[in-house]
């Protein structure tokens, strides 16, 4: 179990899918963020912010990993685990969506509860999920044609990377 503290970046993490690892550090550093954060002061609109932001990249990041799990055929040549992946990112956002109603009629979540699952989510969906998908992509052609380079730098922008430690 991850527990609520800082969490400090190694390459154990990385997919070998640079697009993703790089999104997934900003994911990692948003949640360290939002952890300093919490710790002076945990009130309902820093929750709602912090779950606001999350939430927006989170999205952004998952519609990044479907989009090659359609362009490199994940769930025609590997449908179980396309279903379970695209189910773990529609957990993950009807979660936090459930945390921010609950915000809203005034449940607040303490620090500790809500970066222990944040962080033990992430960890475990790199971990296991994103690496099975990294894998599945270099497997399968990724790297090889210049199409796969192609970033949407408007998108990128959303989160500046300039505060990332990494
Ligand atoms: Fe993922």
Do not use: C
């Not at 944040?118 to 894998?135: A, P, R, S, V, Y």
């Not at 052609?141 to 300039?162: F, I, V």
Request: net charge negative; proline share 2%; no cysteine.
């Amino acid at each position: 179990m991850i527990s609520h503290e800082p969490i400090l970046w190694n390459d154990d993490y990385l997919t070998g899918i640079s697009r993703i690892d790089e999104q997934h550090k900003v994911l990692v550093n948003t949640l360290n963020e939002a952890n300093a954060r919490l710790a002076v002061n945990v009130t309902r609109e820093l929750l709602e912010q912090i779950t606001r932001d999350l939430l927006s990249y989170a999205l952004y990041h998952f519609e990044t990993e479907e989009a090659l799990m359609r362009e490199y055929d994940y769930f025609g040549q590997s449908a179980a685990d396309a279903e379970e992946h695209r189910q773990e990112h529609r957990g993950f956002s009807q979660k936090v969506v459930a945390l921010r109603e609950g915000l809203r009629d005034d449940r607040l979540v303490s620090r500790e509860y809500l970066l222990s699952f944040l962080n033990n989510w992430l960890i475990h969906h790199i971990l296991h999920t994103d690496k099975q998908f990294g894998e599945f992509l270099q497997g399968h052609g990724y790297g090889a044609e210049p199409k796969t380079e192609k970033t949407d730098k408007s998108q990128e922008s959303h989160k500046s990377l300039d505060s990332s430690p990494f």
